[in-house]
Every structure is written in C-alpha cells, then in structure tokens.
C-alpha cells in the first residue's frame, strides 16, 4: 500500500506508580492516503497514545506501525502535529511562532507569504505581530492550526484541538480546518471527545473503548463533500448519522451517554 | 483587557497618586521632626530631619559623599557582574548536565542556606580590609540568588513546548536555545533585579565592618560617634540609591520583555 498510515497489532502499557497501565490493546486499523479520521472515545481510552506512536512521540512498544510505508520518528518532515492545549511559544507573535516551525522545514518556497496567507485564512490578519498573551484562547488556537498547516505535511495529527473553546468559536475554527484540509489534502487523524465534531469532520470515525483501548466501531460518514460544520448543524442527515452513531456506541459498549461526550 | 483597564484606572489616578504619596512623605518628616523637637524621643536617638537633610546637602556639596557612592557602587557593580556571569555559567553547566545537578543540589541548598552576613568577617581574614573583601561579600549574596532563579526558570519549562519542538524534530541544543533559555529569561531577570539590591547590602555589611571609604563605612563611623544625623542622612543615601537600582532592573526588564 502506497502512503496512508497502517497500523497492526499495536498495544501499548504505561508504568504508573509502580503499576502496569494497559492503555492500548491490539489495535489494527489502515487509513488511506488523504483521508479525514477521527479517533473518539472516552478519556483513558488510549487514542492520545495511538496519536503519540504515530507522530514518534511515544515508542512503539507491540506491533507495527508504518505512516508512508516507514516507521514513524519523532520531527519526520511529512508529519504534523497539533497539541491540545496551543503550545504557543509567548515570547514570539503570532507570525513568529508559525515561522518558528515552519522553518524546520527547508525547502518550502517563499515561507513568508505562506505564512501570511495561512494567518489570513484562519481570520488572523492584522494579528500577526500580537503576542500570545494578548490573545484569546480561540485565537490562540488559530495561531496553533496555522502553525500545523504551515509545515505543509501530508500526515497531520490533531490532537483534541477544539477540547477547550466555546461552542460558537468551535464550529468556527472546524470550518478553517476543512478549509485548510480541502487545500492541503493531507491524511489527518483527530483525536476528540466530541462526537459530533468527529461526524461533522471526518470521512471516518474510529470509535474506542475506555482502558484498555480496543476498536468498537469503524464508521464510514459519507455526508457530501465540501462541508461547511455550520450548515450541517441544521441538517436531517448529520444528525442521523450522530444518534445512529450514538446508538452503536451505547450498543458496542454498554455505555451510558455520560461516558462519551455529546458534541 | 483587564490589564489595560487597570492601567487606565491607574493613569486616571495618577495625580492623585504622585501627590499623595508627596503629602505621606511630608507627614512623615513632620511627625519626626516634631517628636525629635519636642524630646518626646531624644533627638540623639532618631536624628532630627531639619538637621540631617542640609548635613546630606553639604556633604554631597563637598564631595565627601560622592567619593562614599562611587566606592560602594564601584564594588556593587563589580560583585554584581562577576557574581552574575559565575551564577550564569553554574546554571548553563546544572541545567546541560542533569547529572551533576542532582550531585551538587544539596550542595548549593546547603551554602544558600547560610546566613552569607555572617561570613563577612572571614572575607575580611582572607581578603584584607580593602575593596577585595566587599566584592566578595557581594559575590556570595548575588551569586546564589541569580543561580537559584536561572535553575529554577530553567526547570518551568512547559512540557508541550517540549513535545512541539520533538515533533518538529529540533535538536538537543536548538531545544535548549529557542526554548530553555528564553522560558528561563523572566526568572533571571528577576533574579537580576533582586540579585543587585542584594549585592548592595553584602558590600555595605563589609563595609560596616571594615571600614574605608564606602557608604557603610561611613554609617560605621557617625553610629560609633553617636552622630544619629549622619548615620540617616547616609541611610537615606542607600534607600535611594538601592531603589533607583531596583527600577532600573525594572525598566530595562520592561523594554526587554514587551511580550509579557
């Protein structure tokens, strides 16, 4: 299989206060090349682990893993990664925190104006030169999307990026990042507690248990492309698909609502 | 944003506030001047400010108070730099080697924790009575508060900013330059800033004890000829001096650090 991400066999253990953690079991799944995955769960479930392996963060311990048909490391050129909370350096403005990682990436032509067209594209023109402190969490989290995309990476891995912001600003920055996604094409994992962001982003849920994690569900969503999250708030099919999905959940698990978050 | 709302409170108040905080100075000399007039406490004891204050002017008219500054800032500055620099380099050392930090730690807590006043004689003894003995004083005051703050904003590092520069696959040094350094950079400033009044006070305690020609020498010298006007128009000398200090650190920390 050319490009895409494959993952076999994979289980993960942490050792926390003397104890063993079993976080991961036996997870398989083979994402294809240019394709919009969200892993969601509850908390405890493994996927920020299985989004750590994938970006190199963490090593491998069990199984395989290849991203592009190679192992992956941590600081792979074609690889992104997004934090949950922003990881904005304070020190440096909205413009110099982006060019901070984007020039670890030699080779991209006329940076500078990429950047400025990303800042532009996720509503932060006339911000570049304000620094972290002074701006909004949601804004800040702009800075954070921005910087991603500016590494121009096939593989992006975004990990709860939304978990923080209020309801309004949320469906706002969903909208940037597909916006961003429909430009680049990258192959994107998203790690969320939000089942609705997951339906309104992906092209496929990976639903997980709690600890250890196991797959549940493996959900197509095939809601037409391009989406705006905005617009499909309103419509039937969206949120068929949620309580469908729903329902599978508390099916597969035996799970009340609370143990996964409504979006 | 709140902060600018208080400022703008504050710029509002701001006459308000120069000239009550001049009315506070004035009472305060008032209350002292009337208590030492009155012999309610002797003068002898607290100085009387009509007294001390041309003392002060006369002194500095004279020159024989500049020649005490320039000694006593000579030597600030001196142990204030050296004790800087050998704090800085400690830290580069501690914070690249984790190893040897965890080696030295109890070390370093061990000669923070001693009272570095009480060394002072023992500077003189090894010193002599010149301004080698000040320096020194200085040194052991300023060196342990700068390497205290730098370890300590070395070790506040945020761990995501950790991960960010893992996944951009920066190396050890370049984690260490374009993160450590610049997350340490608030606290060494403020280890600065504390770090020199400090070192003021190591230089005027030598001076205390071995005399010359500094500010505390002088201190010294009117307190053993119960000149209680001398002793606070020097006083005064040092509040001021050691403040405008403090708000130089303050300001240049400020035009440094605009991004807080």
Same mark, same amino acid.
């Given at each position: 299989?050319?490009?895409?991400?494959?993952?076999?066999?994979?289980?993960?253990?942490?050792?926390?206060?003397?104890?063993?953690?079993?976080?991961?079991?036996?997870?398989?799944?083979?994402?294809?090349?240019?394709?919009?995955?969200?892993?969601?769960?509850?908390?405890?479930?493994?996927?920020?682990?299985?989004?750590?392996?994938?970006?190199?963060?963490?090593?491998?311990?069990?199984?395989?893993?290849?991203?592009?048909?190679?192992?992956?490391?941590?600081?792979?050129?074609?690889?992104?990664?997004?934090?949950?909370?922003?990881?904005?350096?304070?020190?440096?403005?909205?413009?110099?925190?982006?060019?901070?990682?984007?020039?670890?990436?030699?080779?991209?032509?006329?940076?500078?104006?990429?950047?400025?067209?990303?800042?532009?594209?996720?509503?932060?023109?006339?911000?570049?030169?304000?620094?972290?402190?002074?701006?909004?969490?949601?804004?800040?989290?702009?800075?954070?999307?921005?910087?991603?995309?500016?590494?121009?990476?096939?593989?992006?891995?975004?990990?709860?990026?939304?978990?923080?912001?209020?309801?309004?600003?949320?469906?706002? /920055?969903? +909208?940037?990042?597909?916006?961003?996604?429909? !430009?680049?094409?990258?192959?994107?994992?998203? *790690? $969320?507690? =939000? @089942?609705?962001?997951?339906?309104? /982003?992906? +092209?496929?849920?990976?639903?997980?248990?709690? !600890?250890?994690?196991?797959?549940?569900?493996? *959900? $197509?969503? =095939? @809601?037409?492309?391009?989406?705006?999250?905005?617009?499909?708030?309103?419509?039937?099919?969206?949120?068929?698909?949620?309580?469908?999905?729903?329902?599978?959940?508390?099916?597969?698990?035996?799970?009340?609502?609370?143990?996964?978050?409504?979006? | 944003?709140?902060?600018?709302?208080?400022?703008?409170?504050?710029?509002?108040?701001?006459?308000?506030?120069?000239?009550?905080?001049?009315?506070?100075?004035?009472?305060?000399?008032?209350?002292?001047?009337?208590?030492?007039?009155?012999?309610?406490?002797?003068?002898?004891?607290?100085?009387?400010?009509?007294?001390?204050?041309?003392?002060?002017?006369?002194?500095?008219?004279?020159?024989?108070?500049?020649?005490?500054?320039?000694?006593?800032?000579?030597?600030?500055?001196?142990?204030?730099?050296?004790?800087?620099?050998?704090?800085?380099?400690?830290?580069?050392?501690?914070?690249?080697?984790?190893?040897?930090?965890?080696?030295?730690?109890?070390?370093?807590?061990?000669?923070?924790?001693?009272?570095?006043?009480?060394?002072?004689?023992?500077?003189?003894?090894?010193?002599?009575?010149?301004?080698?003995?000040?320096?020194?004083?200085?040194?052991?005051?300023?060196?342990?508060?700068?390497?205290?703050?730098?370890?300590?904003?070395?070790?506040?590092?945020?761990?995501?900013?950790?991960?960010?520069?893992?996944?951009?696959?920066?190396?050890?040094?370049?984690?260490?330059?374009?993160?450590?350094?610049?997350?340490?950079?608030?606290?060494?400033?403020?280890?600065?800033?504390?770090?020199?009044?400090?070192?003021?006070?190591?230089?005027?305690?030598?001076?205390?004890?071995?005399?010359?020609?500094?500010?505390?020498?002088?201190?010294?010298?009117?307190?053993?000829?119960?000149?209680?006007?001398?002793?606070?128009?020097?006083?005064?000398?040092?509040?001021?001096?050691?403040?405008?200090?403090?708000?130089?650190?303050?300001?240049?920390?400020?035009?440094?650090?605009?991004?807080?």
């Amino acid at each position: 299989m050319e490009g895409g991400i494959v993952v076999e066999r994979v289980s993960h253990v942490y050792a926390q206060r003397g104890r063993n953690v079993h976080v991961l079991d036996d997870i398989s799944l083979a994402i294809r090349h240019g394709q919009f995955v969200a892993l969601v769960g509850p908390s405890g479930s493994g996927k920020t682990t299985l989004l750590d392996i994938l970006s190199g963060l963490v090593p491998l311990q069990a199984g395989d893993v290849l991203v592009a048909g190679r192992a992956p490391h941590a600081g792979r050129p074609d690889t992104a990664r997004m934090f949950a909370r922003d990881a904005l350096l304070p020190w440096l403005s909205a413009y110099q925190n982006v060019y901070f990682a984007a020039r670890t990436r030699p080779g991209l032509q006329e940076r500078e104006k990429a950047i400025l067209t990303l800042l532009n594209e996720v509503g932060l023109h006339g911000f570049e030169r304000v620094y972290p402190r002074q701006l909004s969490q949601g804004m800040r989290q702009r800075v954070a999307l921005a910087r991603t995309f500016s590494l121009q990476s096939a593989y992006v891995f975004l990990d709860e990026p939304f978990g923080a912001l209020d309801a309004q600003t949320k469906l706002l /920055l969903q +909208d940037k990042l597909l916006a961003l996604w429909e !430009r680049f094409r990258s192959t994107v994992v998203l *790690v $969320t507690h =939000d @089942l609705g962001e997951a339906v309104a /982003l992906s +092209d496929r849920v990976i639903v997980m248990s709690s !600890r250890p994690g196991r797959i549940l569900a493996d *959900v $197509t969503i =095939d @809601l037409p492309r391009p989406r705006s999250v905005r617009a499909l708030q309103t419509r039937r099919e969206y949120h068929e698909i949620y309580s469908r999905l729903w329902r599978e959940l508390e099916r597969a698990a035996g799970m009340t609502p609370e143990s996964v978050g409504a979006g | 944003m709140p902060a600018s709302a208080e400022w703008g409170a504050a710029s509002r108040h701001f006459g308000f506030i120069v000239l009550g905080r001049l009315a506070l100075l004035g009472i305060g000399v008032a209350v002292w001047e009337a208590l030492a007039r009155t012999d309610v406490v002797p003068a002898a004891f607290i100085g009387q400010p009509s007294i001390f204050l041309p003392f002060l002017l006369a002194h500095i008219a004279d020159g024989s108070l500049l020649v005490a500054i320039r000694e006593t800032l000579t030597a600030t500055l001196a142990a204030f730099v050296i004790g800087g620099i050998a704090a800085l380099l400690t830290a580069l050392v501690l914070t690249a080697s984790p190893l040897i930090k965890q080696l030295v730690d109890p070390f370093i807590d061990a000669m923070n924790a001693l009272p570095r006043v009480a060394l002072v004689p023992l500077f003189i003894v090894w010193f002599g009575l010149g301004t080698l003995s000040k320096i020194v004083s200085g040194i052991s005051l300023m060196y342990f508060i700068l390497l205290y703050n730098t370890l300590a904003g070395a070790h506040s590092v945020d761990p995501d900013h950790i991960q960010l520069a893992r996944s951009l696959g920066l190396s050890r040094k370049r984690i260490f330059t374009s993160i450590v350094v610049p997350t340490a950079i608030p606290a060494i400033f403020a280890g600065l800033r504390l770090g020199l009044v400090y070192t003021l006070l190591g230089v005027v305690t030598a001076e205390l004890i071995a005399g010359g020609k500094g500010l505390g020498s002088q201190i010294s010298y009117y307190s053993n000829t119960f000149d209680a006007n001398g002793v606070f128009a020097v006083l005064l000398v040092l509040v001021i001096l050691s403040y405008a200090l403090a708000r130089l650190m303050t300001y240049v920390e400020g035009r440094l650090m605009r991004w807080r």
